[in-house]
């Protein structure tokens, strides 16, 4: 991990920058511990678990979509990130990608204001979503991917 050497106007969004960083390195290490184990995802009609390599693609696509919204809401330069590479080539690509998507995700939120977190909120997903509550999803949805891949590694290993 990096050490962000980024000044921020906001040191809320300062943390959850860093706290974003964390977690996807975090979700990355524990999907390639699955992925290693060949752990088996449950049966479900989500697409994005239809294998490993589509959920690994899903929680790098949704950070670069989190970055992007935010800027185009705010008004800022588009971050300039790169989509996810596609599944067939997401696990030679993974580490490579999220570097790149690390590296752009300090510069693109460095100049916002506190008083722009919670000013005004946005629909999204058929909610309304502030920048500071799209901040804090950021953070959680590669942790709770991570916390449901730990799970199962439990459970399949229990198994065996």
């Known amino acids: ?35 290693r184990a060949s752990i088996a995802l ?14 690994l693609g899903h929680v790098l696509g949704a950070a670069r979509g989190y970055v992007v919204w935010m800027t185009a809401r705010l008004e800022l330069p588009d971050p300039g990130i790169e989509p996810a590479p596609e599944s067939a ?7 490579s990608y999220l570097e790149h998507l690390l590296e752009r995700w300090p510069d693109a939120l460095r100049d916002v204001p506190d008083d722009r977190l919670e000013d005004v909120t946005y629909p999204v997903w058929g ?30 290993r229990g198994l065996a």
């Open 1 to 35: 991990m990096r050490h962000h050497t980024t000044a921020f106007r906001s040191r809320a969004v300062r943390a959850l920058v860093i706290l974003h960083e964390r977690e996807m390195h975090r979700f990355y290490a524990t999907w390639r511990d699955a992925h």
């Open 42 to 55: 449950p049966d479900t009609r989500d697409p994005n678990y239809a294998s490993l390599e589509t959920l």
């Open 89 to 95: 080539a997401i696990v030679e690509q993974a580490e």
């Open 127 to 156: 909610v309304e979503y502030s920048i500071d509550a799209m901040l804090e999803h950021a953070v959680m949805h590669p942790m709770r991917h991570a916390f449901q891949l730990e799970e199962l590694m439990e459970q399949q």
